[in-house]
């Protein structure tokens, strides 16, 4: 058992040169986001007035979560499953879940680092958050759920090219309603709002930034992005195809 986990770093190692030998995934997967990211913050005045000074941050967290952690996710694993690399690691000593975390481990690092980066930068030029561990516990649990929900299209794309379809809805759709709760607030709706993807999430990063509702409050929008995390889990669990569809 431990010989097979111990696989998902060379797995890993592999999977970060693959990473930055894409030109295309490189750019569209890690460069574009810090570029919308640099405009966020240099028009934090503008978006802050439209919301708060929390929405900003929401949207810097989930850009980075949506085109970085997501979409590159799933067009990865479409790539190595047309390659048929997927199916050569499976004849290794390696486990399934030793696999898909050495997949998924680079992306994950990258991701992790640039929105703590992202983050960093605007606190010190926008204002530091009132409550930074919710902060942080925010930022965590939305990336799971990108994650997840990544595994989960992982398992219907058939191919790099086809990732920009796939994942098209969603990503458009998280950030839709990462606008709409950032804006709007949940006075109004709160259940519908609190409960689509990223609307939840998207509450707590703005409560953690602005201190604008106690912790206990906040802490219990944790329970509809971690639904999500189960869903797209057990979603993943179903459609996952090791092998190129026919």
Same mark, same amino acid.
Not at 92 to 103: E, H, M, Q, R
Not at 202 to 210: G, K, P, Q
Not at 217 to 245: C, H, K, N, Q, Y
């Given at each position: 058992?431990?010989? @097979?986990?111990?696989?998902? +770093? ?7 040169? &693959?990473? +930055? $030998? ?13 570029? %919308?990211?640099?405009?966020? /913050?240099?028009? $934090? ?11 900003? =941050? ?12 997501? %979409? ?5 694993? *479409?790539?190595? #499953? &047309?390659?048929?690399?997927? @199916? ?10 030793? /696999? ?13 680092? &640039?929105?703590? +980066?992202?983050? =960093?930068?605007?606190?010190?030029? !926008? ?13 965590? %649990?939305?990336? *799971? ?8 299209? *992982? !398992? ?7 990732? &920009? ?7 458009? !759709? ?7 709760? =950032? ?15 990223? =609307? %939840? ?36 669990? #179903? ?8």
């Amino acid at each position: 058992h431990t010989l @097979k986990e111990s696989l998902m +770093f060379p797995i890993a190692r592999s999977e970060l040169i &693959q990473l +930055f $030998r894409n030109r295309a995934v490189l750019i569209s997967g890690l460069i574009m986001p810090v570029a %919308a990211s640099i405009y966020f /913050i240099y028009n $934090r005045d503008v978006f802050s007035q439209i919301g708060s000074i929390g929405f900003v =941050g929401a949207l810097l967290a989930f850009t980075i979560a949506v085109f970085t952690l997501y %979409a590159t996710t799933v067009t990865a694993l *479409a790539a190595r #499953r &047309q390659s048929l690399f997927l @199916k050569r690691l499976r004849s290794t000593a390696a486990s399934d879940p030793a /696999i898909l975390a050495g997949l998924v481990l680079p992306v994950v690092g990258i991701s992790l680092v &640039q929105v703590s +980066f992202v983050l =960093g930068v605007f606190a010190v030029v !926008g204002g530091r958050p009132a409550d930074t561990a919710l902060l942080v516990v925010a930022v965590l %649990a939305g990336f *799971a759920m990108m994650l997840a929900l990544g595994l989960a299209t *992982a !398992g219907i794309t058939n191919s790099p090219e086809h990732a &920009q379809v796939t994942t098209l809805p969603l990503s458009l !759709g998280v950030i839709a309603v990462a606008s709409w709760v =950032g804006i709007t607030g949940t006075e109004s709706l709160a259940a519908l709002k609190r409960a689509l993807p990223g =609307g %939840a999430a998207t509450e707590l990063v703005v409560n953690a930034w602005d201190g604008a509702a106690p912790l206990g409050d906040s802490l219990l929008l944790l329970a509809p992005t971690l639904g999500w995390v189960i869903v797209a889990i057990a979603l993943a669990a #179903r459609l996952f195809r090791w092998e190129p569809r026919r």
